[in-house]
């Protein structure tokens, strides 16, 4: 079993900034890619960013610029710094990690840390 402990989230004027981190708890699973996911009241869940075990990095166009996602592979932790923040990043942020172990594999999910910005 695999679990994502998310911290970070709060309430921020516009311009300002935030930084989530999420830890994975140690596993017979190999993390390879991490990443971030936000979900606002009535709209899907959404990638935001995501990062794959050697750094490579993918953003949505809307976070392009702003935000920054990192990780600290000895600490099986990923961060995701926050910057410019507008109103409509306001959301529900979602740790997500895809673990492979042999030819099996999985997706886990932190609980989500809310992330509010007010105009």
């Known amino acids: 079993q695999v679990q994502l402990v998310e911290s970070g989230g709060g309430l921020v004027q516009a311009g300002g900034s935030l930084r989530l981190s999420c830890t994975a708890s140690?596993?017979?699973?190999?993390?390879?890619?991490m990443g971030w996911y936000r979900q606002a009241p009535g709209k899907q869940r959404d990638m935001v960013a995501r990062?794959?075990?050697?750094?490579?990095?993918n953003y949505t166009d809307s976070v392009k610029g702003r935000f920054t996602i990192s990780r600290d592979n000895a600490k099986n932790t990923v961060y995701l710094q926050m910057n410019n923040l507008k109103p409509e990043d306001t959301a529900v942020y979602y740790c997500?990690?895809?673990?492979?172990?042999?030819?099996?594999?999985?997706?886990?999910w932190g609980q989500g840390t809310q992330v509010t910005v007010s105009s």
């Open positions: 997500n990690s895809n673990l492979t172990l042999g030819s099996i594999s999985r997706t886990a």
């Open positions: 140690r596993s017979m699973f190999s993390i390879n890619a």
């Open positions: 990062i794959t075990s050697s750094g490579s990095t």
